[in-house]
């Protein structure tokens, strides 16, 4: 049980580009849910908190017009990265609140 | 000083160690203790979970927490090649709502 699945696995886009990851809860229904990134050698930086049916809470210096999170139903979050630069580039994480959390596989995001 | 301190390591024993792995943190009000198994590339993976202070044993793997130190360790019996990953604690003041603090991990390598 508990499992969370990640879409795409990994995506490489164009800079100015908008990329889209998808966050599943595939066995259980998670009113919250929350978005990670992780640079090479540490640790997670949270970015957002993703209520049902409610707007995400950001992290201080997370730009919320860049990520973009909807929370539309109790299974599923996604997140937009807007405009993607070289710098966005990172190894997205997302988890699902089910008495703890339980993290997806992540999404590897290149910017060329 | 930082909520969470863990050493990055890494940390190499040969196969078949007992391995300790540490973290002290400095929030008297987290009460929820977590510790995540991260291979590669991969999204982390919930080992261990425990409430307050005291033992949780799992197969090989054993949690342990002093509040009274603000300390918790996680031991690794027979340890097998395949427990080479980067290992995250992580704690939280309640189960329910909370956001996660985390260590900045420890990389475990385990020599055949």
């Known amino acids: 049980g508990a499992v969370v699945s990640q879409h795409p696995s990994r995506v490489i886009c164009k800079s100015g580009t908008s990329v889209k990851i998808e966050c599943r809860s595939l066995d259980f229904q998670a009113t919250t849910m929350f978005w990670y990134r992780q640079f090479p050698k540490q640790s997670l930086m949270l970015m957002a908190t993703s209520n049902e049916g409610s707007k995400a809470t950001y992290e201080q210096g997370v730009e919320k017009d860049k990520f973009l999170i909807n929370h539309a139903s109790l299974t599923l979050s996604t997140l937009t990265v807007t405009s993607a630069h070289p710098e966005d580039s990172s190894f997205y994480i997302c988890s699902a609140r089910g008495g703890t959390q339980y993290f997806g596989p992540g999404t590897r995001l290149l910017v060329l | 000083q930082k909520e969470v301190e863990q050493d990055p390591g890494p940390l190499s024993v040969p196969e078949g160690a007992i391995v300790s792995l540490n973290c002290t943190y400095s929030n008297s009000a987290f009460q929820y203790f977590m510790w995540y198994r991260q291979y590669s590339r991969k999204g982390p993976e919930l080992l261990m979970y425990t409430y307050s202070s005291g033992n949780k044993e799992d197969g090989r793997f054993t949690a342990q927490v002093d509040k009274s130190s603000k300390y918790i360790s996680l031991f690794i019996r027979d340890s097998q090649p395949s427990d080479s990953a980067t290992y995250l604690c992580?704690?939280?003041?309640?189960?329910?709502?909370?956001?996660?603090?985390f260590g900045k991990g420890t990389m475990l390598l385990v020599s055949p």
């Open positions: 992580a704690m939280t003041p309640n189960s329910g709502y909370s956001t996660l603090t």
